[in-house]
């Protein structure tokens, strides 16, 4: 079966500090892969998703920046942090099939810039 | 553009009441897919329910049915004798037909507290 590991799960840094969090899917080949995120009272929004390796598509401009340098394995990473990327931040993969393919989350990070 | 509205913020019954979360959404897509997930405190997301845009059949799957109305865009999700254990935050989604990937537009999300 498939699973999806995401860490850390909690994570508190200072202003302009660096940030990687890290996704890994296993049981699966080629998925596709995304980062959300999930501001306090607001909905999931959309950050980046990943068809394959390499392949990376930005919804949003932002300070962070995402990475696929493995088939499975997905990263988000920030060189400075800014206040406003507290949230809860979470991975996800869908089967390469399609657009009714439903997303998989991993638990989640939550991240707190202080 | 795509949108899902769910208008109720925070739900609170008593337990064995039953209860419905709303749905609204927009979409110009004539094929797209809408989801439910749950939010659980413990913070991950859970799949529930997978509805493609040419079923409009209600579905049931034990305390948890489904209604699917095209006529007036609405998606909504009913549990019947609610328990503690379904307190969670619920997320409606609509997909978005743009090839090879699972583009989720996801609602703000509705905290449903149930009471013993």
């Known amino acids: 079966s498939q699973t999806i590991h995401q860490w850390p799960a909690t994570l508190v840094q200072p202003v302009g500090s660096p940030l990687s969090l890290e996704c890994t899917v296993e049981?699966?080949?080629?998925?596709?892969l995304y980062w959300y995120r999930q501001a306090a009272g607001r909905g999931l929004q959309l950050l980046f998703y990943?068809?394959?390796?390499?392949?990376i598509s930005s919804e949003v401009p932002q300070n962070l920046s995402a990475s696929r340098p493995q088939d499975r394995q997905f990263i988000l990473s920030s060189k400075k942090l800014l206040l406003s990327d507290s949230g809860f931040y979470l991975c996800?993969?869908?089967?390469?099939?399609?657009?009714?393919?439903?997303?998989?989350f991993g638990n989640g990070t939550r991240l707190t810039v202080t | 553009a795509q949108k899902v509205t769910q208008a109720q913020t925070e739900i609170s019954v008593v337990e064995k009441e039953d209860v419905t979360l709303d749905c609204v959404y927009e979409?110009?897509?004539?094929?797209?897919?809408l989801f439910w997930y749950k939010q659980p405190p413990s913070g991950e997301l859970v799949f529930l329910i997978r509805r493609n845009s040419f079923d409009e059949q209600n579905e049931i799957s034990g305390r948890y049915s489904w209604n699917f109305q095209k006529s007036t865009s609405s998606f909504n999700f009913t549990i019947t004798a609610s328990q503690v254990v379904d307190s969670a935050v619920y997320f409606c989604a609509l997909s978005e037909v743009s090839g090879a990937n699972s583009k989720l537009t996801f609602g703000k999300g509705i905290t449903l507290s149930v009471r013993p």
């Open positions: 049981g699966t080949s080629n998925p596709n």
């Open positions: 979409t110009r897509d004539t094929t797209y897919y």
């Open positions: 996800a993969w869908s089967s390469p099939a399609g657009y009714n393919s439903p997303l998989h």
């Open positions: 990943s068809v394959g390796i390499g392949q």
